[in-house]
RNA sequence: UGGGGAUUCGCCAAGCGGUAAGGCAUCACGUUUUGGUCGUGACAUUCACAGGUUCGAAUCCUGUAUCCCCAUCCA
């Protein structure tokens, strides 16, 4: 079904194809320094989902090297975040405290090959010595000191003999790397604290570069798959895992781009702000986009995780409109919560020409939900509706309730406004009004039309709820910080009434409350005495939304405006170059541009030209071709020749072959070095322009497309590319496009 | 300013030289005892921009622009 994979899952099926291993291996790797939200929930989605697609498995595993900040609480978040979302972890939970003791002797087998050594510099001198991006950094004196010394020392790190920040441990790599991780990067520090785990035994414990790798390693992971700011630490997860030479196969680390959704923050740091600063509840808070903030909301975790999907894998920075994870939750709440009535904004009606008591048998499902099971609904003459059902003045378009509309009481009579009650305030406190005998529902006899049927419920059956309405925590679509905070983000209504049923019969602990939107018996304050109610998210609601005037007006054509840089002026060399491949070689502009600035595309160029003299066709294919390659490889890697190169050309230039022969010819020689005229003769690609050998083809392709035939004579032009492509197809690509395209053109007049 | 990434509809996102998928949002219409759901239809002559290569380019080449990440003894 699912015919597009993300890029992610396409390796690892090539990985599985290719045999690089035989069990694929995930891991979950967060730090328990806070709680998890939607974004460890995309994390946790890919990693366990992968693993259940390809039957891997996947690694909980707490990455917890930083004592300080670490706690057993959010292990504790974390593995219920897990398993809310239906996700089983392999085995036990993993700590990366659990493998300090054989990180330590990966470092000091690290020391012993003269890769690691212990710093001594101050904090302030490391900084110092890194450099900065532009400039490169040096590297301490301490550098220098020997395997024994590095040893000795690193022990005595470990045994605690030393200050916190008195030495750290480092790789020896490069501190003129132009990627900064690479200079030096740290791999222990000194720590004098209380491991929530691990207790008291370390002094020093290892750095995220260092102990992540090798985690990975150490479980056999094949697949280390994380987000993109680590896309600068892949060298040193590379460089770990290969200079301590281990045994294979080892993981490799690939990266996605964090979840961003609008209207919330997502970092741990502002989080924990709101957290502490109360402006929230808690870790748990409702409005919060924590996983323990949906699930106290009432989200499921089917939603949040079709969420997921829905949303894709790549590695575009992004940030998804809240408005597709509000439409994962309806949908999925639609199919499965019972309906009932609630009157968020009670108006008293009372019917006079009603004297009776019944009780009305009423479906918890639409029509359109597969889903059995009934309730009985009290009714007398007084009753409730919502304040917004009923318009002394109604809008045009307006449906419900007016001095002159009828409208239906959902699953019961219809009703007509005789008169409104209003205080001294002018407001309307109660209507009084008539129903219609014969309009029951189911047995309606009285042919009147109503426009709605409006949610009400029985005066004295009704209980008070509380509800908590919420609506997103910031008011700006990327928030900063707290100044952005949305000062409505919860109502709370004390005098909402419901229909008895729902708590007296508890059918479910989610419901949709009629015209109002999904709710949820909220999992901490609920008391029969006093239950209370989230509203999970509101209906869609095109009424609404028809009353207000569109808030976008057009942004007519802002066509932006690029400013384009200017290209840096050749040097005397580059300019004789140009000029000689311009003017003696009639190469065009672009090409002679890109060879006079480029020396070894030129010196290669200038070698394929001295065996055969054809400028155009080689200078573009070097231009084009070769050029692809030598921005992966050095010229000295690259499998084929200039002379080949000139071979290649020659069969163009004979009209052996078509251009679109010669790039498959060419990939091939970049890959096994073969000489291109054989490459021709063994597959046989000499190109057919024949017009005989071609025609039936063409009819052929044509006769098997009627509908496309009929689109391209009916203007749509770009169906000839189609045709010619289908042709070229069925003859392996040797088909001469040329002769094919006039043709195509000429069968399809 | 050095290095590493990214750029396809309002928001996500397929696409890997041969007719610009899909979802959300939006707008119509139809069904409806929820202004819900559901159904139908509309919604990129164009892929950041400019050149080049090619019969044919979102896809290959060159250049430019914009955004993100890296100079924690955080992860």
Redesign the pocket.
């Known amino acids: 079904m699912n ?5 992610l899952r ?1 390796i690892v099926e090539e990985d599985l194809k290719t045999g690089k291993y035989q069990e694929i291996i995930t891991r979950f ?3 328990p ?1 806070g709680f998890p939200h939607i974004g460890h929930a995309k994390s946790i989605s890919i990693n366990f989902g992968i693993a259940r697609d390809y039957n891997g498995h996947c690694n909980l595993r707490m ?4 004592p ?2 670490e706690d057993t609480q959010y292990v504790e978040a974390l593995k219920d975040a897990v398993h809310w979302l239906g996700f089983e972890w392999d085995k036990k939970v993993h700590f ?1 405290s659990d493998y300090f003791h054989q990180l330590y002797d990966y470092a000091v087998e690290l020391i012993k090959i003269g890769k690691a050594y212990v ?5 302030d ?3 110092e010595y ?6 490169i950094g040096k590297r301490s004196k301490y550098a220098k000191r020997s395997v024994e010394e590095n040893l000795d020392l690193f022990e005595r790190m470990k045994k605690g003999e030393f200050e ?5 441990l480092r790789a020896k790599i490069d501190m003129s ?5 690479m ?1 030096d990067p ?1 791999l222990y ?3 004098h604290a209380h491991h929530f785990r691990a207790g008291d035994e370390w002094s020093v ?5 260092f ?2 790798c090798l985690s990975d390693y150490i479980e056999g992971v094949t697949h280390s798959i994380c987000t ?7 060298v040193i997860y590379d460089w770990v895992l290969d200079t301590l030479k281990l045994k294979p196969p080892r993981p490799y680390q690939y ?1 996605f ?1 964090r979840l ?1 959704i ?1 209207y919330t923050v997502m970092s741990k740091r502002k989080l924990l702000e709101l957290v502490e600063k109360k402006i929230v509840s808690g870790w748990d808070d409702p409005r919060m986009p924590t996983i323990a903030g949906y699930k106290r909301r009432g989200y499921t975790p089917e939603s949040i995780l079709n969420f997921c999907e ?12 809240v ?2 994870l ?3 939750i ?2 999925d709440l ?2 499965k919560v019972p ?1 009932v009535m609630c009157v968020v904004n009670p108006l008293k009606v009372t019917i006079t020409n009603y004297e009776d008591l019944e009780e009305i048998d009423a479906p918890y ?5 597969p889903k059995e099971g009934s309730r009985k609904l009290p009714f007398s003459k007084e009753i409730y509706i919502d304040r917004d059902d009923f318009a002394e003045n ?1 809008p045009t ?4 309730l007016t001095p002159e509309q009828p409208v ?6 219809i009703l007509t406004c005789k008169e409104m009650i209003k205080d001294t305030n002018g407001d309307i406190i109660e209507i009084q009004a008539e129903y219609h005998p014969d ?6 006899t009285s042919g009147i039309k ?6 009400w419920v029985e005066a004295n059956s009704a209980k008070k709820v509380e509800l908590r309405l919420y609506d997103r925590l910031f008011k700006d679509e990327a928030p900063q910080g707290k100044e952005d905070i949305n000062p409505n983000s919860l109502k709370i209504i004390k005098g909402a009434l419901i229909e008895p049923a729902v708590i007296t019969d508890k059918p479910d602990v989610r419901f ?1 409350f ?3 939107g999904y709710f949820y018996a909220d999992p901490v304050d609920y008391k029969d005495a006093v239950p209370v109610f989230n509203k999970i998210v509101a ?8 009353k207000k005037p ?1 808030k ?1 007006l057009a ?1 007519a054509q802002t066509k ?1 405006i ?7 002026p050749m040097d005397a060399d580059e300019q004789a170059r140009f000029d000689k491949y311009k003017n003696e070689l009639k190469l ?4 002679a ?2 060879l006079a ?2 020396k070894t595309l030129s010196s290669f160029y200038e070698e394929a030209l001295s065996t055969l003299n054809s400028p ?2 080689i200078a ?2 070097v ?3 070769v ?2 390659e ?2 992966q490889k050095e010229i000295s890697e690259l499998k084929f020749s200039a002379k080949q190169i000139a071979r290649l050309v020659k069969m163009i230039d004979d009209e052996t072959i ?3 022969i010669a ?1 498959g010819v060419f990939e091939e020689m970049s890959k096994s070095g073969e000489n291109p005229t054989k490459i021709v003769q063994a597959k046989g690609l000499v190109q057919i322009s024949d017009p005989t050998k071609i025609l039936p083809v063409i009819n052929e392709i044509i006769a098997k ?1 009627p ?2 035939v009929q ?1 391209f004579k009916e ?12 042709v ?2 069925k003859t392996g ?1 040797k088909a001469n ?2 002769v ?2 006039e043709l195509v053109k000429k069968q399809l007049e």
């Open positions: 015919k597009s994979k993300d890029f396409r790797p967060p730090e320094n990455d917890d090297t930083n300080t900040t990366t710093d001594s510099l101050n904090e001198e490391i900084r890194r450099g900065t991006v532009t400039t916190d920040g008195a030495h750290v790397a132009s990627n900064m991780k200079r740290l520090r000194i720590r414990y290892p750095m995220y570069d102990a992540h993109l700011e680590f896309e600068n630490n892949r990266e781009a961003n609008n829905q949303i894709g894998i790549a590695k575009a920075n992004s940030m998804v409109d408005s597709q509000e439409f994962c309806r949908d639609n199919q309906r499902y639409p029509h359109d939900v109604p378009g307006y449906f419900r239906r009481l959902k699953y019961a009579y309009s029951k529902s189911g047995s309606d109503v426009k709605s049927a409006i949610q949709q009629e015209r109002e209906l869609k609601d095109s009424w609404s939304k028809k569109s976008k942004n932006k690029q400013i384009d840089g200017e290209a840096t065009n502009n672009e090409v541009n890109i600035r480029d155009l066709n573009n294919i231009v084009n071709e050029a692809r030598l921005k078509s251009t679109k790039k497309n509908d496309n689109k203007g749509n032009g770009k169906l000839l590319g189609f045709f010619v492509g289908q070229l197809k690509g496009p040329k094919v395209n």
